[in-house]
């Protein structure tokens, strides 16, 4: 790998110019620019404050001028995670006890730490699907430049009905509880879920995020915990306030009621029958699969054997035993379909696992990677920023070796990664 960056008054070599001081080149071997169109040969991206100036043919550069040189890799956008939850990944037995043992402020430092492997792992944009805060405050600590992180686009707090799947007092004893506060995240009526919809936005919410059905992790099941009244409510309040809604939803019940309701993402969507699938395309929703949740099941369980209580056991080797079906019903049907990995359960910094659980249940690599680019930044309402290589958008950018049009595997190894325009690994 040649890896040059000829520098402009006098800064030393290999050292990253800052994207305010000049134009920086970029000479790509191959670039996939927009993903789903032909790949672009030998190619040079000009960079400068944090955005892509042009993309031009051939490899061409002033003299004197930034050159970070890539002519042996395939470049392309920086990735995008539909579906993370950055505050943890211990799942099972020892994340509920890190939650009761540890202080809260360790969620933020924790954010952060697992927002940094996903970035270096060439995820440039995560939407954050629910935590207790901590990733409202790193989003924020991001956008003033007082951390390095991914662009974070976040739901706050997720909700669900009281008992419900983000409901977590159910697995705490009774005394324990009640020395809790009142959740702020649970609705049991239109006029409650209209309240807590207003809640998580007054917090800073971008995203709604609720779950109709139960959940794996918190063993609570399949089934549908939630009126169609109070899900109609949920997102007409998120959309009158202009923000999109992603539904948490296994069951087909549940996954039919969200999109009848006007659900923009339905999250695992892991039951599906032809009425799911005449539903998905009818509303136009996305599906975000989640695949990579089966990895972080089995590492846990191999370490442990009793990670999981045992109502959580018989959930999770279910949902390992049936992972990937619903995509391959999906995806020839035309449903839309974003990346998303519910990193936090598998492990953050492993996003990449996904293209090829992806691939393995039908996706071509190209459509995968489709899905991880432009297909999530039009689910998350951000097409005219990031998804593609082209003028005027944010300078996010990653390189690999060899070609993950013919083997996804290699995005899992990703030597360089440029966040608005500040590299950030290389190699």
């Not at 915990?225 to 899900?231: G, T, W």
Request: hydrophobic content about 40%.
């Amino acid at each position: 790998m040649r890896w040059r960056v000829a520098v402009v008054m006098g800064a030393a070599l290999g050292t990253a110019v800052p994207a305010s001081a000049a134009p920086t080149y970029i000479h790509a071997g191959r670039l996939i620019a927009v993903p789903g169109k032909p790949v672009r040969g030998p190619s040079t991206i000009t960079v400068d404050g944090g955005r892509i100036l042009s993309v031009q043919d051939g490899f061409v550069a002033p003299a004197g001028a930034a050159v970070i040189e890539l002519r042996d890799r395939t470049v392309l956008p920086g990735l995008i995670d539909s579906h993370v939850h950055l505050d943890s990944d211990r799942g099972g037995e020892a994340g509920l006890l890190a939650w009761v043992r540890e202080e809260p402020r360790m969620n933020a430092l924790e954010a952060q730490w697992n927002g940094m492997k996903t970035l270096r792992a060439g995820f440039t944009t995560v939407r954050n699907l629910g935590d207790e805060g901590s990733t409202l405050a790193l989003r924020e600590a991001i956008k003033r430049g007082w951390v390095q992180g991914p662009r974070i686009v976040d739901a706050a707090k997720s909700i669900s009905s009281t008992g419900g799947h983000m409901d977590g007092r159910g697995a705490l004893n009774d005394e324990l509880v009640a020395h809790l506060p009142d959740p702020e995240n649970l609705c049991d009526s239109a006029e409650s879920c209209r309240r807590v919809v207003r809640r998580q936005i007054d917090r800073g919410a971008d995203v709604i995020k609720f779950a109709t059905t139960g959940g794996v992790n918190s063993g609570t099941g399949l089934g549908t915990r939630m009126l169609a009244e109070e899900a109609k409510a949920l997102v007409e309040t998120a959309h009158a306030y202009g923000r999109k809604v992603a539904v948490h939803a296994h069951g087909a019940d549940g996954i039919k009621l969200a999109l009848r309701s006007g659900a923009d993402s339905i999250e695992h969507g892991t039951v599906m029958d032809d009425e799911v699938i005449r539903l998905f395309k009818q509303s136009g929703a996305y599906y975000v699969p989640t695949l990579s949740t089966v990895n972080g099941y089995l590492e846990r369980i191999a370490a442990d054997p009793n990670a999981y209580a045992p109502e959580v056991r018989k959930q999770v080797d279910w949902r390992i035993g049936v992972t990937g079906q619903s995509l391959r019903k999906a995806y020839p049907a035309g449903v839309k379909i974003a990346f998303g990995t519910d990193a936090g359960v598998s492990k953050h910094g492993r996003n990449a696992d996904e293209f090829e659980l992806m691939v393995k249940h039908g996706m071509p690599p190209a459509e995968a990677i489709k899905a991880a680019t432009v297909n999530a930044a039009d689910l998350l309402g951000l097409s005219a920023e990031i998804g593609t290589v082209e003028p005027g958008k944010s300078a996010d950018l990653i390189a690999v070796a060899g070609d993950p049009l013919k083997d996804v595997s290699v995005l899992k190894r990703v030597g360089f990664v440029m966040a608005r325009g500040e590299v950030i690994t290389r190699p």
